[in-house]
Structures are given as structure tokens and as C-alpha cells.
């Protein structure tokens, strides 16, 4: 309860009986919570109707059983996730995550966190997540296209353009996507492109999805750095992660004319101190499917490969911090190590992938620190203009959809940035992203009355 007005104290300890065994949405919560009394405080009129207890409530929890048969002819068994957690401001709109860590208290921390992203974004778009324990490393394409034919038997009757529209995430890709959509399409007898986003363009995607949070990361970090008057121009910059966020912010970072010296995967983190050779990269993550340390053996000479049991990523000096790779990755002693070597700002590009302790260090030395529920929030804004361009029958090109996503994120960091200000505390965006994110959704909520 630390740090947390005592007015909402009973509410988090509310959330705590109720989701026993989910720390991760515990945690969620308890972030929210605490940048909230601030509001309570100047509007108490949100205490009414059970307000902050509804949105902490999912408004529907799907779990369910899997079955598929593995090339061998046996039969496997997964579990399912889809969790609606609100749809005041429009259809349920969230990724779905194939991992084996996933459990449905994964899977309501990222939901509770996309209800408030989405809501930043300013789109017409609720809050929702889904997925599965099912791991797809390793697997066939015809076994995977089994499982995600399988989940869409039970889970395409929660689903519709105005509904529920997935997305994306870990362990989901295009190929992914194209199986579980064409599933859609076969159950409901109607090419209903809108039900899903990420799509591959041939059949509705848009150009700049693949790219779209990792840019918007770029962007909106950009953006920080200007309000002290300075960019990426120059600076040093590591990247965790080497997946589809990882690699395009550092395609971005490179653009803007930062040096991005390392990146890493589960296995490790290399080093090159020259920056990063992003076609490189791109060809042994996005081609042949190797692990990080086939980038250090192809490069040779000044550039080395850490193993994960060995040392952290963040023990890597840099100006510019951006965690891409998963929940909690770096730890207050991560935080410790890089405000000790001088970084000036960190953004998140993967989902709460700072612990609260490392929030707490970041904020206490001034770091400007980019919560991910703002700074990655241009993949499902760009999700959100593919349902535009979908609805319309139309098709974008690549430079007029990220000219909206730039736009889209400079709004979300000014809100940010004013919100902050406005209740008294300057330059922290984690509490300008939370009352933001919170404000919109609660009043929509209490316009639409007690349901």
C-alpha cells in the first residue's frame, strides 16, 4: 500500500483478494493507484459509483482448452486467454501473446495496461488482451496453423469489427494472424478484414504496422529529449530485445542519428561499440531465426556476445535507455547501474518492462522515464488506422500512416507532459500517462452510467 492515497488503499487491497497469484496485475494496478490521489484529491466526484473499482474489474474473462495434434499424430492440449477489459471508449482492442509464461494474470496486467494506452492514443478503441501458453519455437508452420485453427473455434464467437479486435504480440506474427483470421473468415462465412489487425497487406494490413511500435517508442522519446533541448543526434543508445519492436526502434534511433551499441535476446546481449549493423540483425532475427550471438561470430573482431547468466544489457554505458524485450527486465539494480553510467532517459517499448523499483530510481535522479502505456502505444495506434482504412475500403501508403503515428505520438507525449504539470509534477510521465489514461476512461464510464 505504500504510497498509495488512503482513500484507494481499500481498493488495492480489493484487487490483491480478488486475483490471488497474479502479482504481474497486482503490480499494474498498484502503478495506476498510486500517480491517482493526486486526482481524487481535485475531483472527487471519481470516488462515486465505484468508479476506480470497475475499471480494475475485467468486464470479461474467456479461458478455455485447446486441442491440437502435432505432426507426430498426438494430440496437445493448451490454454486460452482472452480477457475484455473495457469498452467505454469503443470495441475491446488488444494483442494476442503465444508464450509459455502466459496465465491469466499476465494476460489482465496487459489488458488493464492497454485499456488506459489505447485510451492516450485519443482512437476510438476499448481495452483488451489475449493469448496463449502454447509456444510456437520449435514448431512446424502446419502445426501451428492447427493451433491457431483450433483457438479460433472457441474464441471467433467473442470476436467482431465492433467487439473485440485482436492483434499481435509475443510469439504472433503475420503468419500467425493470416491462420487465425482465415479461421475467422471460414467460421463466420464473411471476410470481415476489420476483426483483426497486423495483417499481411494483401489482405488489408497496413504499411507501417510492422514498424509502428518501435518508431513510436523513437518518436515519443524524441520528443522528451527535445523539452531539454537536446535529440538522439550523438547519443549512445541499447535496445533490449532483437524481436520487431527492438529492431525498428533501432532502425529509428539510426535515423535520428543515435549510435544503438547493443541489443540482446533470452540468451544474451552483444556489444558493438560501432553501432549495431541493423541489416545484420534483421537477417539472423528476421530471416534465419539465430540467436543473438551469431551476430558477434559474423562481426568478429570488437564485438562480443554476453551470455544472459553472465552479466545484464544494462550494465552497457549509454546516454538513452529503451527496454524492448518483456515485463520487469530491468530491476532497481539495473536502474542503479545505468543512472551510475550517465543515462539521461529511458522509454519502454515493451509492456511494463521496468520493475517499480527501477521506476522509483529513475525518478529520484531525474531521468526522464517514457512509460510504456504512452511510448508504445504507436503499434496500436497504427492498429487502430488499419480499422480506418479497413472500414473505409482503402489502402494508405507507407509515408501517410507514419506521418500519423509521428502525429499521434507527439499528442500522447504533450498530454503527458501537460497532465504532469497540471497536477503538480513536472516532467514525471508516469503519473501524466496514468491520470490521462484514467481521466478519459473514468469519465466516459460515469457518462454511460452503472453498467
Known sequence: MKNIDEKLQPILAQVIRRNAGEPEFHQAVHEVLESLGRVVAKQPHFLDQALIERICEPERQIIFRIPWVDDHGHVQINRGFRVQFNS???????????????NVGIIKFLGFEQTFKNALTGMPIGGGKGGS?????????AEIMRFCQSLMTELHRHLGDQTDVP??????????????????????????????????????GSRARTEATGYGNTYFVQAMLQTRGT???????????SGNVAIYSIEKVQFFGGKVI???????????????????LKDIKEVRRERISEYARRKGAGVYFIAADKGSIWDVACDVAMPSATQNELSGKDAAALVKNGVMAVGEGANMPSTPEAIRVFLDAGVMFAPGKAANAGGVATSALEMQQN???DSWTFEQTE????????GIHDTCHQTAEEYGAPGNYVLGANIAGFVRVAESMRMLGVI
Open 88 to 102: 467505454a471508449l469503443g470495441p475491446y482492442k488488444g494483442g494476442m501473446r503465444f508464450h509459455p509464461s502466459v
Open 231 to 241: 535529440s538522439f543526434d550523438g547519443k549512445k543508445v541499447v535496445v533490449s530485445g
Open 391 to 393: 472500414a473505409s475500403r
Open 133 to 141: 501458453d502454447f509456444d510456437p519455437k520449435g514448431k512446424s508452420d
Open 403 to 410: 506521418m500519423r503515428l509521428a502525429a499521434i505520438m507527439r
Open 262 to 280: 547493443a541489443c540482446s535476446d533470452s540468451t544474451g546481449y552483444v556489444v558493438d561499440e560501432n553501432g549495431i549493423e541493423l541489416a545484420l
Open 167 to 204: 492483434a499481435g504480440d509475443i510469439g504472433v506474427g503475420r503468419r500467425e494472424i493470416g491462420y487465425m483470421f482465415g479461421q475467422y473468415k471460414r467460421l463466420n462465412n464473411r471476410f470481415e478484414a476489420g476483426v483483426f489487425t497486423g495483417k499481411a497487406l494483401a489482405y488489408g
